[in-house]
């Protein structure tokens, strides 16, 4: 029986609950970031790039199990954890788009979700 390769990956937990283990054994670029901006709710991403030998790169999100987003958006008072282990399979991705290489030069939409009104204080 062959050997599968192994590779780098990303086990990810929210508040000590195991949400997905990211990686690909194909895998250019592995990355995962928790962001807050003024007007944004705090959020965490994780995802990579997959570059095929055909031109065409793939890139791939994983997010809480269930959710229609590409992003986890967090609360206050959120324990984020990331274990860097080195694996011979991972969790698929929850949402992968493949474009020809040329056509990724065009920057990514940052997340939104929807206000409520905020209140003076």
């Not at 029986?1 to 895998?27: C, D, S, W, Y």
């Not at 790169?57 to 990331?82: A, M, N």
């Not at 698929?92 to 009104?117: D, G, I, L, V």
Request: charged share 30%; with cysteine; hydrophobic share 30%.
């Amino acid at each position: 029986m062959p050997t599968r390769k192994r590779f780098v990956a990303f086990e990810v937990f929210i508040n000590r609950k195991r949400q997905f283990l990211a990686g690909h054994a194909n895998q250019s670029v592995l990355t995962a970031s928790v962001t807050w901006g003024a007007s944004d709710e705090p959020f965490l991403y994780v995802g990579g790039l997959t570059a095929s030998r055909a031109g065409k790169e793939s890139y791939t999100t994983w997010c809480k199990k269930g959710s229609q987003e590409l992003y986890q958006f967090l609360r206050p008072g959120d324990e984020v954890r990331l274990r860097v282990l080195e694996v011979d399979h991972a969790d698929a991705p929850h949402h992968r788009e493949t474009k020809p290489a040329e056509s990724n030069r065009q920057p990514r939409k940052r997340p939104t979700r929807s206000k409520k009104p905020r209140t003076s204080r």
